[in-house]
């Protein structure tokens, strides 16, 4: 086997990792997307339960003139106390979403800069050293490592390596 087939598998299989990296990636978003989805769902259901508790409220509220006792609540104070503590955690479900959406924003950017990088290696790395290296100042401008907590990126790997050769 020729350096040049041996240099042409290495890019090679290169590409497959950053396509695998987008791939990856691709499949948290598709997690987290039903994730939000979920999140949106209950968003819709108590949104429902607070409009069905406020229409179930009466018009008119009580004259200060009414006397209520200590030991018994007014039921209208108890419902306005239980929908404002509904909207409070309907409030927290959308920061949630939004933070979810966010992030998913990030995995997709991530995700198609892999695939961008997957298909200008072939032309660009004239060697398996060259892709390697693309890759690594890649992920540590992206900061990859971050978005994989179970699986080690090139540019930890890289790193790994430095550091054992110091010691």
């Known amino acids: 086997?020729?350096?040049?087939?041996?240099?042409?598998?290495?890019?090679?299989?290169?590409?497959?990792?950053?396509?695998?990296q987008a791939?990856?990636?691709?499949?948290?978003?598709?997690?987290?997307?039903?994730?939000?989805?979920?999140?949106?769902?209950?968003?819709?259901?108590?949104?429902?339960?607070?409009?069905?508790?406020?229409?179930?409220?009466?018009?008119?509220?009580?004259?200060?003139?009414?006397?209520?006792?200590?030991?018994?609540?007014?039921?209208?104070?108890?419902?306005?106390?239980?929908?404002?503590?509904?909207?409070?955690?309907?409030?927290?479900?959308?920061l949630l979403v939004e933070a979810k959406q966010a992030r998913m924003q990030a995995f997709q950017e991530l995700a198609a800069d892999y695939t961008e990088l997957a298909e200008t290696l072939p032309s660009e790395a004239a060697d398996g050293q060259e892709a390697l290296t693309s890759i690594v100042e890649f992920e540590a401008d992206a900061d990859a490592p971050a978005y994989f907590d179970e699986r080690e990126t090139m540019v930890e790997a890289a790193a790994s390596s430095a550091d054992s050769e110091t010691e």
């Open 1 to 20: 086997m020729s350096d040049d087939a041996g240099d042409a598998l290495a890019v090679d299989e290169f590409v497959e990792y950053c396509r695998t």
């Open 23 to 94: 791939g990856l990636l691709s499949g948290r978003v598709e997690t987290m997307g039903e994730e939000a989805d979920k999140l949106l769902d209950e968003i819709d259901r108590e949104m429902a339960e607070i409009r069905s508790r406020l229409e179930a409220l009466p018009d008119e509220v009580p004259a200060t003139e009414t006397p209520s006792t200590a030991d018994v609540p007014v039921t209208n104070e108890v419902d306005v106390a239980a929908i404002e503590e509904l909207q409070e955690k309907l409030e927290e479900k959308q």
